[in-house]
């Protein structure tokens, strides 16, 4: 029996991404009136989940170890001094070994092929808490922000309402941007994107990310410019993330440079027209550079619920790909 492995948005059909999302708002709002579902109460009791961690981290690490505890297992965290993980030890041996033992890996790496690799070998399922590719526990926690900020439309269980609201992503083509793509275009999202020259999303995962709307009835659009402005024009969320990403820290100075005009401030949101009501994102963690102050603690920044609800989201992906193997369901 192979286990199911959550590595990227891309994993879920629309509908297994709208129940993640839908099942962790509602864990969020039964839990913080007190009233804590059965089904979770309990539901890790004796089993382990180890969080190989390659990188650094504050919510993704948090959130894993909190939801971990408020369903009654243990989390191991095992990060880059503690254990061999692609180092003194093959990936394969190192997965064969500590899947015999837990019950579920979450895993944070740089490259992509390595939670793959962890993942072929595995005989517990293995989370993707961070690539250089996809991050979908923060994309699942994303969507959960802005199903509860936008009024989400009637819909059917694969959509969650939000079908026409647009998103433009301001800054670099990164992990965080092309898991947001592929659940964006998975429920009817646009997603303006606007990045220096020379720092567009790669054609692979353009592709990749058009591919995620096969079956959808209206997929989200994608479109790509170096010009902020044009990418803000009637936004409804304006993210953006780091200019420099865990392992590109040599190429710092250089991406300062090219990422000179693409601040989300106040005045480019009005510059370029974004909607009235527009709200702004980040994963975090946030630097200066990429917003300005003015707007990051603002009354439209959805920054810390975005923050919070990777707990929630932390609890839900925990159910479906450990306590319910894999079968999301409501
Ligand atoms: N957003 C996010 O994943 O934060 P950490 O790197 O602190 O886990
Ligand atoms: N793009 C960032 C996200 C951190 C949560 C990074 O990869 O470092």
Redesign the pocket.
Known sequence: FAPRHLLSIADLTPAEFATLVRNAASHKRAIKSGAIPQSLIGSLSGKTVAMMFNKRSTRTRVSTEAATVQMGGHPMFLGKEDIQLGVNESLYDTSVVISSMVSCIVARVAKHSDVADLAKHSTVPVINA?C?SF?PL?IIADFVTIYESFTPKAHSLSSLGLEGLKIAWVGDA???LFDLAIGATKMGVDMHVATPKGYEIPADMVDLIQRSGEGVPTPGKLTQTNIPEEAVKDADILVT??WV??GQEEESKKRMKAFEGFQITADLAQRGGAKEHWKFMH???RHPEEVSDEVFYSPRSLVFPEAENRLWAAISALEGFVVNKGKIVE
Do not use: A, K, R, W
């Open positions: 961070l250089d991050h923060q990164n992990n965080v993330d780091t990403s865990m994963c975090l963690p």
